[in-house]
């Protein structure tokens, strides 16, 4: 318990109040704070701090989470652009080149081309995206999908990267989902 100690001299009065070597006797006497037993919060200002927080954690949860998803829909969409990029670039050097081309030269790396167009197969396309961590590939003969990962239904934050059929003036394509990220 806090306890305030103060001083205070008595009056001359009588020899009793007078020690024996003739100086003022000093009293201490304890006065107790006005709310000694008030050392924390109530119930009520704990409920309400709880309340108050409550309140602000259910308006910046969903908006975090939107946030999050809003990123992986971006990174999914920024794929889908390099992918479009990586295979315009391939497909103006096979054209160059007379459409005899079987690999083209992109930023250093060899691509396997497939009628003309980056292939599905781990020298294709995937050769050129090896960087974008936080993806994961599942490839098919003719197309390859790259899935985000973290995602909440991970087929439907994606992108597919299809290689066209040897039909003439057919052209790759990249198509992606957000819908699931």
């Not at 003022?24 to 119930?43: F, Q």
């Not at 709880?50 to 999050?68: D, E, H, K, N, Q």
């Not at 054209?95 to 081309?113: F, H, N, R, Y």
């Not at 197969?121 to 936080?134: E, F, K, P, Q, Y």
Request: proline share 4%; hydrophobic share 45%; charged share 15%.
């Amino acid at each position: 318990m806090a306890v305030s100690w103060l001083t205070c001299s008595r009056q001359r009065g009588s020899g009793r109040d007078r020690p024996a070597d003739g100086g003022w006797m000093n009293l201490w006497i304890r006065a107790p704070r006005k709310h000694a037993l008030a050392r924390g919060y109530s119930l009520i200002e704990l409920v309400v701090l709880c309340s108050l927080v409550g309140m602000v954690s259910a308006f910046a949860i969903p908006r975090y989470t939107r946030v999050g998803n809003e990123a992986r829909a971006t990174q999914v969409m920024a794929l889908s652009g390099v992918l479009r990029g990586v295979a315009k670039s391939a497909h103006a050097q096979y054209v160059a080149s007379g459409s005899t081309l079987t690999a083209a030269s992109l930023d250093g790396k060899v691509v396997a081309l497939q009628n003309g167009y980056p292939g599905a197969g781990a020298n294709g396309i995937r050769a050129m995206v090896m960087g974008w961590d936080g993806f994961v590939a599942q490839a098919s003969p003719d197309s390859v999908i790259f899935m985000k990962k973290g995602a909440a239904v991970a087929e439907q934050c994606a992108v597919t990267y299809t290689v066209p059929g040897p039909q003439a003036f057919a052209e790759s394509t990249t198509e992606f989902a957000t819908g699931g990220c």
